[in-house]
C-alpha cells in the first residue's frame, strides 16, 4: 500500500495529536491547547524536515505502537524510551525510516512522561479553528487514539532535516519552576506566600493536560470567597479551595474564579510536563524582566 | 482602572463594575483593530480584561493607567434571539428564589434583554448579565454530573446555556434548540462577549 496514513496498532495509555494549538480564541471559551513539551515537538518536526506547526504525536507512560502504510521518516523525542521498527531497536531523538507496513514501536518512557512522534508530512486530520490539537478540557480536534485508527499523513515540505541528533535535557529529578508572583497574591497571607515559594511540593498523580497538581503544603487565604471569574494565562499557580497550588498547562481553562498565587514561565513548562507523579516540586520567585 | 502584571507577557486590567468591563473590552479591541495594541488574547471576564501575549507589557501598562475609559460604545450590535421553552427541572426552585409563579419566571425572563459579559467554562458558553440583582440564585447544592446541551440555565448573576452536555451545577429552567457552538460554521461561537441575546419562548409565556 503507498497511501499516506498511519494505522495505530496500540494506542497506549493516552495518545493524541498535537502542534501549537488554537491561540486567539480564549474570549469564546476555546483552550489554546497544543504539545505540552513545545521543545520536543518543536524538535521531532525539525527531525523530519516538517514545518513547526505540523501535527505530531504526544504519547503518556507507555508510548504507541503505530504502521506506516508507506516508507516514512519518523522521529522520537521528549521522554526517552526504547523504540524498535519490526522490533529491532532504532535511535532515539534522531530521524529513523520506517519501511510502509512495518511496525513502529515506541517504548514505554524510561524517564518523563510524555514521547512526541514526529513523522515527515505531519499528521493531516482536520483541523479546528486552525489546529489539529485534541483538547482534552473541551473536546475540540480529534479524539485521543484508539487501536484501529487511521490517521492520514501530509506530504513531505521536501525540506531535508536540519538537525540530525540533538541533545535534550533529562526529565528532571527536582522541578523548579521559576514564577512571578500574582496578579493575586495578595489574596493569601505573607506566610503563605513564602510557604509557596520555599516549601517543596511534589507533583501529584491527578495531574493531567490541564494542569499540574501538586501535593504539599496549604497555602492560607488571606482573605476568603472567590474571585469573579478572570481570565487565566498558561502557566498561572491557581489556588484551588483545598490550598495546593495546580499549574496550568496547555488545556487549561479560559477563566476561573480561584485566584492565581503566580505565573511559571513558559520556558518552565516543558519540564513540568515531563515530571512524573511524586516528583518534588519547587518554586522560585524570580523578578518579572 | 487597575493594571495588574500577569507573568511576563500579559496584563490583568481591573475595573469596578460589569459595565466598566464591557466598555473597556471594546475600547481594546478598538485599540487592537487600529494597531495601536498588539495582544494575542484579548479576554474580557466578570470585572476584568487580560491581555495576553503582548510585545510590552510595560508600555501597555503605563498607557492603560493613564488612560481615562471612554463611555461603552452604542449598542449596535443586532440582538440574538434564542428560542426557550421553559420547561426546566428547576424551574420551581427558581420560581421559589425569586418569590414568583413559575409562569413569572418565563415571562421575567424572555422579557429581558441580556448581553454576553464574557465566556468560558466551554467553547461557546456565554455568561449573560441583564437580571436585576434580586434575582441573583445560587448553584444548586449537588451539580449534576450531566446537564443536556441546549439547557438554559441560571447561577449567581448569570444566565448561560450548555452549547454541548456536561457536568454542572447551575439552575435549569428551560431548553433550548440554537446550535451555540458549531466548529464547522463561521463563527462557530453563536455568542461572543458583547453580544445581546434575547430569549424568545416558542410557546405564548402563560399559556401552555
Known sequence: ?289 | MKVLPVGEDALLVEVSSGDEAHALHAELLRRRAEGALSAREIVPAARTVLLDGLDAPARVAAELTAAELPPAPPRARAVVELPVRYDGPDLADVAAHWGVPEREVARLHAGTEFRVAFCGFAPGFGYLTGLPPRYDVPRRATPRTAVPAGSVALAGPYTGVYPRSSPGGWQLIGTTDAVLWDHARVPAALLSPGTRVRFVPVEPVGHP
Do not use: K
Request: glycine share 12%; hydrophobic share 40%; proline share 12%.
Open chain 1, 1 to 289: 500500500m503507498t497511501d499516506r496514513a498511519l494505522a495505530v496498532v496500540r494506542a497506549g495509555a493516552l495518545t493524541t495529536v498535537q502542534d501549537l494549538g488554537r491561540p486567539g480564541h480564549a474570549h469564546l471559551g476555546v483552550p489554546r491547547s497544543g504539545a505540552l513539551d513545545r521543545p520536543a515537538a518543536d524538535l521531532v518536526n525539525r527531525l523530519t524536515g516538517n514545518p513547526p506547526e505540523t501535527a505530531v504525536l504526544e504519547t503518556t507512560v507507555n508510548g504507541c505502537t503505530v504502521r506506516p502504510r508507506s516508507t516514512v521518516t519518523v522521529a522520537v523525542a521528549g521522554a526517552p524510551c526504547r523504540v524498535a521498527v519490526d522490533g529491532r531497536p532504532v535511535a532515539w531523538g534522531a530521524p529513523v525510516r520506517v519501511p510502509a507496513g512495518a511496525l513502529l514501536d515506541v517504548g514505554p518512557a524510561v524517564s518523563g512522561l510524555r514521547s512526541y512522534v514526529g513523522v515527515c508530512g505531519g499528521i493531516t486530520v482536520e483541523p479546528v479553528l486552525g489546529s489539529r490539537s485534541t483538547d482534552l478540557l473541551s473536546g475540540l480536534g480529534p479524539p485521543p487514539l484508539t487501536d484501529g485508527t487511521v490517521l492520514p499523513l501530509g506530504r513531505p515540505s521536501g525540506v531535508h532535516a536540519r538537525v540530525d541528533v540533538a541533545p535534550q535535557p533529562a526529565p528532571p529529578a527536582e522541578l523548579v519552576l521559576r514564577v512571578t508572583l500574582g496578579p493575586r497574591d495578595r489574596w493569601f497571607t505573607p506566610e503563605a506566600v513564602r510557604t509557596f515559594v520555599s516549601r517543596p511540593y511534589r507533583v501529584s498523580p491527578a495531574s493531567n493536560r490541564i494542569g499540574l497538581r501538586t501535593e504539599g503544603a496549604a497555602l492560607e487565604r488571606a482573605r476568603p470567597g472567590e474571585l469573579p471569574s478572570e481570565g487565566m494565562v498558561l502557566g498561572a499557580v491557581q489556588v484551588p479551595p483545598d490550598g495546593r497550588p495546580v499549574v496550568f498547562l496547555a488545556d487549561h481553562p479560559t477563566t476561573g474564579g480561584y485566584p492565581v498565587i503566580a505565573v511559571v514561565r513558559a520556558a518552565d513548562l516543558a519540564a513540568a510536563a515531563q515530571a512524573v507523579p511524586g516528583t518534588p516540586v519547587r518554586f522560585t520567585a524570580v523578578r518579572r524582566r
